[in-house]
């Protein structure tokens, strides 16, 4: 019986590297570009944060796209004069890197070959999809054309309750609060996971804000929001109130409550220390 | 050591060694699968450490265990500010709790005498681990806050994940160390169950809540 048992680890370690490899899994250069760059790029819809990437393959050779699509950031530390020059065109805002497998890379670039220029651009939205794949490409259409964010006080007090979660999204996602911090009188301390949004419309403009939270390219807010995507109403209030902390950020004073949660937390552990011989009296202790 | 191994491999050994592990020392040393409790040889220190530790321990596993079985509800009431924050807050009484419970363990194991002699180096591993454990867990609840929701929203799907065997380990790659190491400490954690003390947890007492009444006398007040 005992038989049963002998397993030999190597044999199973050698199972699982091979069908859990992330290689195993490799994606179409569509979902992947839709997944991982069209929150900041488009294929011949303009620029967002990052540049119109049609005809980005007959720009630079596929080798240097390679490495770019890698690492960005090295490429820049090491002084490529192209990689250099795109860092300073874009607000020197780093691209992150995507964390995709080599073959994905060239998934990705030979989708991007079909964008060659203007001219021959092909509708992304209504490009087949290999099967399996509608559901991750539904609702990723960039916002290409500048939107228009009606400043009113209806719209910023909703953005702050869809940011608190005081009101919840239409298709219950998690608020931005959870993973977010902005300073904001009305706003409790915002999640520390994820960027502090502080004046964060000085750094990104309006369409490109409304393309990270459509389409997020960071993998845990991708994640977090799978099948649970912010509608465009939603996320056009999220931008009014974001703006509008950003316009007060100077006239908030929220009271620090990063230290009164350890303060308040070791009352608490002070407190169960005296209930524990309390409640379990009768526990021999010696 | 690439993230594939530790997050979409180690996971599965764990489990492998955890089980096979098991089910050798139960058929092997079935009379040795429990705490090896050292109550008699030493108390006081025992109950101000394992008091505070498993109560705590047992309320902060029971609420990741509800994390991961219903996320919803529980970013449902995480909606609610003071909600959060008093859940946030409970949780972090209790990580608080469990850190001094296993500082008292291990102190006690270090520098009680009796308890040193009948300790192996399973036992100190396993207190180690436990710190790094509760360590991770509090500077997590603290520099990065809100766990309890971000653990229901991008946690709970990796560990789906991998419990339908097919990894996902993209947002866990970017998520940082802290968490990688709270990840990390609680799968080795796991797998090194069936080598010590901890196995007393796949035996709790439980028939101990309704069995026969017993009075027992202590010849010695104290």
């Given at each position: 019986?005992?038989?049963?048992?002998?397993?030999?680890?190597?044999?199973?370690?050698?199972?699982?590297?091979?069908?859990?490899?992330?290689?195993?899994?490799?994606?179409?250069?569509?979902?992947?570009?839709?997944?991982k760059?069209?929150?900041?790029?488009?294929?011949?819809?303009?620029?967002?944060?990052?540049?119109?990437?049609?005809?980005?393959?007959?720009?630079?050779?596929?080798?240097?796209?390679?490495?770019?699509i890698r690492?960005?950031?090295?490429?820049?530390?090491?002084?490529?004069?192209?990689?250099?020059?795109?860092f300073?065109?874009?607000?020197?805002?780093?691209?992150?890197?995507?964390?995709?497998?080599?073959?994905?890379?060239?998934?990705?670039?030979?989708?991007?070959?079909?964008?060659?220029?203007?001219?021959d651009?092909?509708?992304?939205?209504?490009?087949?999809?290999?099967?399996?794949?509608?559901?991750?490409?539904?609702n990723?259409?960039?916002?290409?054309?500048?939107p228009?964010?009606?400043?009113n006080?209806?719209?910023?007090?909703?953005?702050?309750?869809?940011?608190?979660?005081?009101?919840r999204?239409?298709?219950?996602g998690?608020s931005?609060?959870?993973?977010?911090?902005?300073?904001?009188?009305?706003?409790?301390?915002?999640?520390?996971?994820?960027?502090?949004?502080?004046?964060?419309?000085?750094?990104?403009?309006?369409?490109?804000?409304?393309?990270?939270?459509?389409?997020?390219?960071?993998?845990?807010?991708?994640?977090?929001?799978?099948?649970?995507?912010?509608?465009?109403e939603?996320?056009?209030?999220?931008?009014?109130f974001?703006?509008?902390?950003?316009?007060?950020?100077?006239?908030?004073?929220?009271?620090?409550?990063?230290?009164?949660?350890?303060?308040?937390?070791?009352?608490?552990?002070?407190?169960?220390?005296?209930?524990?011989?309390?409640?379990?009296?009768?526990?021999?202790?010696? | 050591?690439s993230?594939?191994?530790?997050?979409?491999?180690?996971?599965?050994?764990?489990?492998?060694?955890f089980?096979?592990?098991?089910?050798?020392?139960y058929?092997?040393n079935?009379?040795?699968?429990?705490?090896?409790s050292?109550?008699?040889?030493?108390?006081?220190q025992?109950?101000?450490?394992?008091?505070?530790?498993?109560?705590?321990?047992?309320?902060?596993?029971?609420?990741?265990?509800?994390?991961?079985?219903?996320?919803?509800?529980?970013?449902?009431?995480?909606?609610?500010?003071?909600?959060?924050?008093i859940?946030?807050?409970?949780?972090?009484?209790?990580?608080?709790?469990?850190?001094?419970?296993?500082?008292?363990?291990?102190?006690?194991?270090?520098?009680?005498?009796?308890?040193?002699?009948?300790?192996?180096?399973?036992?100190?591993?396993?207190?180690?681990?436990?710190?790094?454990?509760?360590?991770?867990?509090?500077?997590?609840?603290?520099?990065?806050?809100w766990?309890?929701s971000?653990?229901?929203?991008?946690?709970?799907?990796?560990?789906?994940?991998?419990?339908?065997?097919?990894?996902?380990?993209?947002?866990?790659?970017?998520?940082p160390?802290?968490?990688?190491?709270?990840?990390?400490?609680?799968?080795?954690?796991?797998?090194?169950i069936?080598?010590?003390?901890?196995?007393?947890?796949?035996?709790?007492?439980?028939?101990?809540?309704?069995?026969?009444?017993?009075?027992?006398?202590?010849?010695?007040?104290?």
């Amino acid at each position: 019986m005992r038989n049963c048992f002998q397993i030999n680890p190597l044999k199973i370690a050698v199972i699982f590297i091979t069908a859990f490899s992330t290689n195993a899994f490799p994606q179409n250069g569509e979902v992947l570009f839709k997944t991982k760059c069209a929150s900041c790029h488009t294929l011949g819809d303009g620029e967002l944060i990052g540049p119109d990437l049609s005809g980005v393959t007959q720009r630079h050779p596929e080798p240097w796209l390679m490495e770019f699509i890698r690492s960005s950031s090295t490429m820049i530390k090491k002084g490529d004069a192209a990689a250099v020059a795109i860092f300073e065109k874009y607000s020197k805002k780093e691209m992150p890197d995507p964390k995709i497998a080599d073959n994905e890379i060239t998934e990705v670039i030979t989708y991007m070959k079909k964008f060659s220029g203007a001219g021959d651009v092909v509708n992304v939205s209504n490009s087949t999809s290999q099967s399996g794949t509608s559901a991750i490409t539904e609702n990723m259409k960039p916002v290409t054309s500048e939107p228009t964010i009606t400043m009113n006080s209806q719209t910023i007090n909703t953005g702050l309750m869809y940011f608190t979660g005081e009101k919840r999204f239409t298709l219950k996602g998690p608020s931005c609060v959870t993973c977010h911090h902005v300073r904001h009188d009305s706003v409790i301390l915002g999640g520390a996971l994820a960027k502090n949004l502080d004046r964060i419309t000085e750094r990104y403009n309006e369409k490109a804000l409304l393309n990270l939270i459509a389409n997020p390219p960071f993998p845990a807010m991708s994640v977090a929001y799978q099948d649970k995507k912010i509608t465009e109403e939603e996320a056009v209030s999220l931008v009014a109130f974001l703006k509008k902390s950003t316009e007060n950020y100077a006239f908030q004073r929220p009271a620090d409550k990063q230290f009164r949660f350890l303060y308040t937390g070791l009352a608490g552990m002070l407190l169960f220390f005296l209930l524990i011989p309390l409640v379990w009296s009768n526990k021999k202790k010696s | 050591m690439s993230d594939t191994f530790l997050f979409a491999i180690f996971p599965y050994l764990a489990i492998a060694i955890f089980l096979v592990g098991s089910i050798y020392r139960y058929n092997s040393n079935p009379y040795k699968f429990s705490s090896l409790s050292a109550e008699f040889l030493e108390g006081r220190q025992l109950y101000w450490g394992t008091m505070p530790f498993h109560i705590g321990i047992s309320f902060l596993f029971l609420g990741h265990l509800i994390a991961f079985l219903f996320p919803n509800t529980l970013i449902a009431w995480n909606s609610q500010p003071v909600r959060l924050i008093i859940l946030e807050l409970s949780a972090f009484v209790f990580g608080l709790s469990c850190l001094i419970g296993v500082f008292m363990l291990f102190k006690r194991r270090l520098m009680t005498k009796r308890i040193r002699v009948v300790s192996n180096y399973m036992d100190y591993i396993v207190l180690g681990l436990l710190l790094i454990q509760i360590i991770s867990g509090l500077w997590v609840a603290f520099f990065d806050r809100w766990g309890s929701s971000w653990f229901a929203a991008v946690l709970t799907p990796y560990l789906r994940s991998l419990f339908v065997f097919k990894p996902t380990i993209d947002a866990v790659q970017t998520l940082p160390l802290s968490i990688k190491l709270h990840i990390i400490s609680a799968i080795s954690i796991i797998a090194i169950i069936p080598f010590t003390r901890l196995v007393h947890f796949l035996v709790p007492p439980i028939n101990y809540i309704w069995r026969d009444y017993q009075q027992v006398i202590w010849n010695k007040k104290g």
